[in-house]
């Protein structure tokens, strides 16, 4: 199996930072791209940023010059750096992954749990 563990949400006031992190684990063969999503209470869950496994980013407008995307490739591993947060910004933040299980020919989906992440003052 699959998993992806986020860790490095919390609460920020306005204006501050948080770095979120995903690694993923277990039987993996190849990771395809990992991005990261929120949802926040009453709506549904939208893309923040998105990363191939060839370094190609994507970033949904609100957070666009604010957030940053990365990923350590060797430690499967990835990376979203949140600054000048808003109020807005609260949301569960989930990890996703686009991966290949060793023994399998396709990706699949996987998600993690989520981390919480609340900007208030």
């Known amino acids: 199996q699959v998993q992806l563990v986020e860790s490095g949400g919390g609460l920020v006031q306005p204006g501050g930072s948080l770095r979120l992190s995903c690694a993923a684990s277990?039987?993996?063969?190849?990771?395809?791209?990992m991005g990261w999503y929120r949802q926040a209470p009453g709506k549904q869950r939208e893309l923040v940023a998105h990363?191939?496994?060839?370094?190609?980013?994507n970033y949904a407008d609100s957070v666009k010059g604010r957030f940053t995307i990365s990923t350590d490739n060797a430690k499967n591993t990835a990376f979203l750096q949140m600054n000048s947060l808003k109020l807005e910004d609260t949301a569960v933040y989930y990890c996703?992954?686009?991966?290949?299980?060793?023994?399998?020919?396709?990706?699949?989906?996987?998600w993690g749990k989520g981390t919480p992440v609340t900007v208030s003052s």
């Open positions: 996703h992954g686009y991966i290949t299980r060793i023994g399998t020919l396709s990706g699949m989906d996987y």
């Open positions: 277990g039987s993996i063969s190849r990771i395809y791209a």
């Open positions: 990363i191939t496994s060839g370094g190609s980013t």
